[in-house]
């Protein structure tokens, strides 16, 4: 798509690879990082990890649901912002230093922001540094914004979105959990990449995204490159997204487990947000047919016809994504119908539901990214813990990652790790819920948009946003 053909032009590959030759690594008492230079190196070192099962937590005991609800775009400062408790900031700095209070843009937008490799390097220092290295989070303004001449505020990279738009994000986080100090695993501020870690805590060693379809058949794409180990280059060489790593998938599947991953069917770009179709095994083998739904609404049905797996990846259709440029403020109605139609059926006793968004869509957020490994971490993201068992009213600052929520369905089930993300994420367990403590009632959320609005919407036949 466009949006990186734009981002070359402003940050040339040679000039990346400059930049990536110039870190050395993340300073005194930071990880030393994973080393993967190719597909084979990161096998071997998928192997040296611990396989054996998790110690299984208090959760164990408790949670037989578990519910990964992923919403698009958003750092955690464009949603919650002034959320009491919460870090977040009412003004931000570019990269000349200039402070810049951050104004008012609905989700509605027709139009978005860079969020790419080269737009996380451009946000995280005006001199462009390398991610995790020295971030100062101030050089958001040299993200592209594709508004042009009709650009609602002069830096539009420097905005959150109006309370009366996120009232039900705000409600869910005042009756269980908000976490304000979850990051991407990956660096790079693609929604592809993102979500190849959230089923399989990694995703090749590659960076950026398909131009088309997210996955097999599979072809080269000029758009997802190697990234080197150490970040000391990032290849020209493009990838073929048709590849075999384990996912929690094989493990779940292993351990007899059911899940399912809901997304949606879009015929310009078939299974676009449907990670596991970048899985040559799943894709071709019998998880596709019965693992894999068509439809996201078709969450709600299963959900009210007793058919809810143990595991559920749920992603939204383009329309109720709050992705900048779908021109629609359903995200949050979207999400709010899911949690309500768990939260009312018989699996609410044993639910725990994670809510996130892959990545921050080029949004300004003032926590800047840590370093931890090769290739993370990311930019701040939301992320909400809904369950009977979750703390009422709270805030955690405890450090999670996409790999903590991946550990939390292992520690639960007992299954092994599957890379650095989830071997060295903290899972929310510990500090987001309170198994000692009765299940507490299911307290609706009230959100503008109700279930028989997602189950009767019309088809989504929008062009889709692959970055």
Known sequence: MHFSQRARQTLPLAALAGLLA???????????????????TQQNARDSLEREPAPRGGASSKIKHIIIIMQENRSFNNL??????????????????KRIKLLPIPLETTWDLEHDSYGDIAACNGTGSIPGTNCKNNGFNNE???????????HPQYAY?????????FEMAQEWVLADRMFASNFDASSFISHQYIISAQAEGAVNYPGGAWGCPGGPSDQIYTLGQQRQILYSKPETVCWDPTTLGDELDNAKVSWAFYGQFYSGNPWLWVAYQAINHIYNGPDWGTDIMHSPSQILTDVANGNLRSVSWVTPTWTNSDHAGSGSNTGPSWVTSVVNAIGQSQYWDSSAIFVFWDDYGGWYDPVPQPYADYDGLGMR?????????????????????????????????GLGRLSKSDARAKSPARDCFNFAQSPRSFVPIQAPYGRAFFLHQPPDNHVVDAE
């Open 22 to 40: 110039a870190c050395n690594g993340g300073g005194a008492g930071v990880s030393p990082g994973l080393p993967l230079a190719n597909h084979q």
């Open 80 to 97: 919650f912002y002034g959320y009491k408790g919460a870090r977040t900031a009412k003004y931000g700095y570019d990269s000349s230093g």
């Open 144 to 154: 592209q914004a594709y508004c042009g001449s009709n650009c609602p505020i002069p």
């Open 161 to 169: 979105v109006p309370q009366s738009e996120t009232k039900p994000y």
């Open 381 to 413: 993201l939301p992320l909400l813990v809904i369950s009977p068992y979750a703390k009422q009213n709270y805030v955690s600052h405890v450090h999670y990652e996409h790999g903590s929520l991946l550990r939390f369905i292992e520690d639960t089930f």
